[in-house]
Every structure is written in structure tokens, then in C-alpha cells.
């Protein structure tokens, strides 16, 4: 049994914070931004899948990267894969900061009047 469970459980909780604080906004809330209203909810799964695709991966491959070349090699690949994702998050995705989802919809197609008749 755990002697310092207060402890255990603030650890426990700010790191489930930060896994849930990055990760979740890419493919949660950053999808819901992004694309156009006509085909947000095609892409909010297309993202949800390809997340829980990735999870999956992982999950599969940790136990052969810790049988195969202990745990520095399992949780440095989850490190490069984790950089990775910032990287690509940070450098190839657009800013929404600061945008309506409407603005958002008129750069995808490029005037509002066609944002209108790509909704509808």
C-alpha cells in the first residue's frame, strides 16, 4: 500500500493535467477550429481516430521497445514521438488564435459568400 497518498495523488494528478493539457487540444478542440462548418464533424473523427490509432501504436509497441532495449529505449521513443507531435502541431498546422470559426471558414474557401454556400 502507498504510505504518502496525498502526495501520490497531487503527482498523479498534475501529470495526468499536462498529458491531457497538449495532446487532447490537438485532437479535441484544435479539429472543432480548423475545419469548415460543412465538414467539421467528418474531420473531428478523422482526428479522434487517427489519436485513439495512436495511442494504440503505442500501447502495442512500449512492452517490445522495454523487452528489446530496456526502458531508456521505451520512453526515449515516446519522448521523439511526443516531440514529434509538437513539432508538427507548431510548424505545419494554422493559427487559430484569435479567429472567429467564421474567419476560419472564409480563409479555407476564400470569400464569405462561398463560406455560406459551402455550409449550407
Not at 469548415?36 to 473531428?44: K, L
Given at each position: 500500500m502507498l504510505r504518502q497518498p496525498v502526495e501520490t495523488t497531487i503527482v498523479y494528478g498534475i501529470s495526468y493535467f499536462f498529458t491531457e493539457f497538449g495532446p487532447n487540444a490537438t485532437t479535441f478542440v484544435y479539429p472543432a477550429e480548423l475545419f469548415?462548418?460543412?465538414?467539421?464533424?467528418?474531420?473531428?473523427?478523422i482526428a479522434s481516430a487517427t489519436g485513439k490509432l495512436g495511442g494504440f501504436v503505442g500501447v502495442f509497441?512500449?512492452?517490445?521497445?522495454?523487452?528489446?532495449?530496456?526502458?531508456?529505449?521505451?520512453?526515449?521513443?515516446?519522448?521523439?514521438?511526443?516531440?514529434?507531435g509538437i513539432l508538427v502541431t507548431v510548424f505545419m498546422?494554422?493559427?487559430?488564435?484569435?479567429k472567429s470559426l467564421e474567419e476560419l471558414s472564409i480563409e479555407e474557401v476564400g470569400t464569405p459568400d462561398a463560406a455560406v454556400v459551402r455550409a449550407a
Open positions: 469548415p462548418v460543412a465538414g467539421r464533424t467528418t474531420g473531428h473523427g509497441f512500449f512492452p517490445i521497445l522495454l523487452s528489446a532495449g530496456g526502458l531508456l529505449a521505451a520512453e526515449s521513443m515516446a519522448a521523439a514521438v511526443s516531440l514529434l498546422l494554422p493559427e487559430t488564435k484569435n
